[in-house]
């Protein structure tokens, strides 16, 4: 049976030329050649030989990249001519992917061009790749039969998922699953919904008694002196002015009790918001929580974060503020409307004839509406932008003399802003202007009509005409709500899909269900060829092995970038690696529960983190509960000790983003002694001491020899003094273990670690140092 | 403080092991490191290479490919091209500061390098743009002809390079581009609304 599933007209090509289709071990497309057009194409390995198809380019073709249409269009108009080369895999000794700026090239013994393609294909060809290298290079141990490609296509309509490791259709999703996803969210607040409800309706028949008790009733039965209709409410005897009075009242009531019902409404209105939005963001952040730190590393994160937080205000704004009122709205139009045309049919149809115009026009406008918002908001935003980069960068500012130029660049921003709000501005007049004439229009021509009306006096009254034309005036509301609700609805259920994305995102680094317990972990470890890279195809850790044994302080050196703080992050299982396994006292960290393992591993690294708080909690971070003879000796320890009293409020000094600057090595100091109180089984020190002077990191070493005492040490450092009391050093270059041993066999190796050590005491000896 | 192990320039005599270390040779490849090497037709000879590259020689140096890059692939897109080793610490082996400094052949050959490194088809004309769930499907014609791809609307995903100029870059980060904004007709220009 053939394992890869290839278009019919490559399969017969390649047939054509002798190789079947069983041989074929992988394959994968090119849509590019090396003029820079579109061209297909198809590279296809066999055990022996690799295979390419080319075509002439086809600028007619529509190509569809990932997550657009379907498996079958992007086959579909392949062509079914091929010509096609044969290549001997005894020609080939290497196959790399090169990849370029937005493309790939397939290269061949280091410098002959296969294929290009774009990267729609670039996973696949390096599935290829990788193939042709286990055939080159059989390794046993690591035969790992590549999965097949994982499903990248909706089952139900066929469309490629934009993202493979969520699996969600964008077009086959229930748009009324998000609707009811958010309204789970207001489920604790049901009886306040309830009363909101209420109030709506209430001000909603309120508004339709309105006009009745100000037209007809004042009009046509008070003022016209109508005793039976006196008679009817119970009032005898022709007191009209009791009646007077009482209409007053009346309408006086209806007024406030609309008036109240408002206050009441918009009360629970700014509750239930809050309320939803609190309980939102807080999901958010225990999903951002869980989520695992190459999450954070992805290029997308910061943006979407403040998005997603801004977009939990969005959608509970317009469930608050729209979804009611479509009920309420629809409601109003469809009972005014009923009421209009039973007191007059001819009347109503008349105000009917201009309320479409204005829906049309107040819809046609609204896109020039969007773009002038949209540029009001990026001239806002430019304008922040500028005032957040002065005042982070103040110090640049002023010390290269250019706050001249700031001003000045300011000025243009603020200048375009201003532009921006006033043709705001000058639209929204045009357009209120418009679309208040329509209206007012309708209201002129009801009014003459049923002027005419009144005047022929064809039964029809002056009070029922005003009645009718506070009716057609309560038209507008729904009428302008109507005309821009559907875009509203689809903007939120937008902010409300880009929330539970990362609801839904899946951590990549999962805990085991059933964790082995390890409460007190005796910190040996064993790395177990290890291999682990970022990006799936760049390894930055290549099958490493290494025996950390109990209490052994090993130093790791090796050049920026060659992955030493990868190594470490691996430890702490911020990472998992894609191939080997990491072994802490015999159990893979993998069946470790997070707690017990972070429990036990600190990390000191070169980047130091200080949480606003004081210097107190900022050494309590990992142990809350230790008292203050604990965190002193923490302090005293790590050489923080005096640093922090000389600042006038000691432990309690307020530092952080909002507080105290600190200086390199006085963050690091904290962050040792945050290390120490944690009171690791293991300790990993990542470049711990590289912001302090010669001097201080003297004074840190010592209180490191301290500290190493019966743990576990992994320590990173460029400058090798650092190094000076490991047990035993290792030396890793571009992901691999290249130098190992101790300081002594080290140097008698006259490799990498001699130089290195040559080179900084020679350096040091030329400043005259030591 | 230089790279410790390997030589700036060139493969490096011997293996990791034996080569002896010797300060003054580090130093002074640190100096030739600090040095901006300007090549020119005078100085410097590019070839086509059977396998589809470009290999240099300059002086008493020959490399048998290197990769040509942009130092300003968007605002200076023919001056300085930085001509450097092909291998994964990518060293400058110098600069051609103007492509009007070199032959009219070279000049081509290292252009065509160029155009299929930064690889971005041009947006001409935008059929539809539709946007759902965060995601925004695109379906335009290019100068290479019609593309239909997806973007993710959260992400930057639409660069500004300039009022006028965008670049557009898909789920798989290939590439798009629209020179001019300006030219485009209302139709097309209200469906890009959202990215602008």
Known sequence: ?770 | MPPFGKSPRGPKPGGDGEEEFNLEQMEKETEEMLKLRYLNRDNAQFERTKGGFVSLRVGEEFYPRVHVIRMFPFSDPTKYISIRTPDEHSKEIGVVEDMKQVSKETAEMLTEQLNLRYFTPIIQKIINIKDEYGYAYFDVVTDRGACRFTINIGSHSVVHLSETRILISDIDENRFEIPDVTVLSAKELKMLDLFL
């Open chain 1, 1 to 770: 049976m053939e394992k890869v599933k290839l278009p019919k007209s490559v399969r017969a090509a390649l047939e054509a030329q002798g190789v079947s289709s069983e041989a074929v071990l992988r394959a994968s497309a090119a849509d590019m050649n090396t003029s820079c057009e579109y061209a297909d194409g198809y590279v296809v390995l066999t055990a022996d030989t690799l295979c390419l198809l080319t075509s002439p380019p086809n600028p007619g073709r529509v190509r569809s990249f990932k997550g657009y249409g379907t498996k079958s269009d992007a086959d579909a108009e392949l062509p079914q001519e091929w010509a096609v080369k044969l290549l001997p895999l005894t020609e080939v000794q290497n196959l790399k992917i090169e990849r370029q700026v937005a493309c790939g090239l397939l290269i061949a013994n280091d410098g002959d061009c296969l294929a290009a393609f774009s990267n729609l294909h670039i996973k696949n060809m390096h599935r290829l790749v990788r193939a042709f290298d286990r055939l080159k290079n059989p390794q046993p141990d690591f035969m790992q039969e590549e999965e097949d490609e994982e499903e990248e296509y909706c089952p139900k309509c066929g469309t490629m998922y934009p993202d493979k490791n969520r699996k969600i259709c964008p077009k086959c999703m229930d748009r009324s699953t998000i609707f009811m996803r958010v309204l789970r969210y207001f489920r604790p607040y049901a009886g306040k919904m309830a009363v909101m409800l209420l109030c709506f309706f209430g001000i909603a028949g309120m508004n339709l008694v309105w006009p009745y008790l100000n037209g007809t009733v004042l009009y046509d039965h008070v003022l016209k002196k109508d005793t039976a209709f006196l008679e009817r409410i119970g009032i005898h005897d022709a007191g009209f002015v009791t009646a007077l009075l009482l209409i007053v009242l009346a309408m006086f009531f209806a007024r406030l009790s609309i008036q109240l019902l408002s206050i009441l409404q918009g009360v629970f209105t700014a509750q239930i918001v809050t309320s939803v939005v609190r309980d939102l963001k807080k999901d958010i952040f225990k999903a951002m929580g869980r989520l695992s730190i190459s999450f954070y590393k992805s290029r997308q994160t910061g943006s979407l974060m403040t998005r997603v937080l801004s977009d939990a205000e969005r959608v509970t704004g317009f469930f608050i503020d729209g979804a009611p009122y479509i009920l309420i709205h629809t409601f109003t139009l469809i009972s005014t409307l009923t009421v209009m045309f039973s007191i007059r049919w001819e009347l109503a149809l008349v105000s009917c004839i201009l309320l479409p115009v204005s829906v049309v026009v107040g819809f046609k406008l609204r896109p020039y509406f969007w773009r002038l918002f949209g540029r009001s908001h990026r001239a806002e935003r430019a304008v922040n932008s500028q005032v957040n980069d002065n005042l982070t960068g103040a110090r640049v500012v002023k010390a290269f003399g250019q706050e001249k130029r700031e001003l000045s660049r300011f000025h243009t921003n603020n200048a375009r802003m201003m532009d921006a709000e006033l043709s705001i501005v000058k639209f929204d007049n045009k357009f209120t202007f418009l679309y208040h004439t329509t209206q007012e229009l309708t209201g002129f021509v009801v009014w003459f009509i049923g002027a005419a009306m009144v005047l022929r006096g064809t039964n029809f009254e002056l009070g029922v005409l005003i009645t009718f034309a506070g009716y057609v005036g309560q038209l507008s509301g729904p009428m302008n709500f109507f005309s821009h609700v559907f875009h509203w609805w689809s903007n939120s259920l937008n902010s409300a899909q880009r929330m539970f994305e990362i609801l839904d995102s899946i951590p990549e680094i999962q805990e085991s269900e059933n964790p082995v317990p390890m409460p007190e972990p005796k910190g040996d470890i064993m790395l177990d060829h290890v291999t682990f890279g970022y990006e799936v195809n760049k390894p930055v850790l290549k099958n490493i092995s290494l025996h950390i044994r109990e209490g052994e302080m090993l130093g790791i050196v090796g050049r920026s970038g060659a992955g030493k703080t990868t190594l470490v992050n691996l430890i702490s299982r911020m990472y998992d690696p894609q191939e080997g396994s990491i072994h802490l006292d015999g159990v893979n960290v993998r069946d470790l529960a997070f707690h017990d393992l972070r429990r036990n591993v600190a990390m000191v690294s070169q980047e130091t983190y200080i949480f606003m708080g004081t210097v107190e909690q900022n050494i309590a971070y990992a142990n809350p509960k230790a008292s203050k003879a604990e965190i002193i000796r923490a302090a005293v320890l790590a050489s923080a000790h005096d640093f922090i009293l000389r600042m006038p409020d000691g432990y309690d000094t307020i530092i952080g983003s909002a507080g105290r600057e600190l200086s390199g090595g006085e963050r690091q100091r904290i962050s040792i002694a945050r290390a120490i109180l944690a009171n690791p089984k293991i300790l990993i020190l990542d470049e711990a001491t590289a912001s302090v002077d010669t001097e201080t990191e003297k004074a840190i070493q010592a209180s490191i020899n301290y500290l190493i005492k019966g743990r576990t040490t992994i320590s990173i450092a460029h400058r090798l003094s650092t190094l000076r009391d490991a047990d035993r050093l290792v030396v890793i270059d571009n992901g691999e273990i290249t130098e190992e041993g101790t300081q002594q066999e080290l140097t008698a190796l006259h490799g990498t670690y001699y130089k290195l050590m040559e080179l900084q005491t020679k350096a040091l000896a030329l400043k005259g140092i030591e």
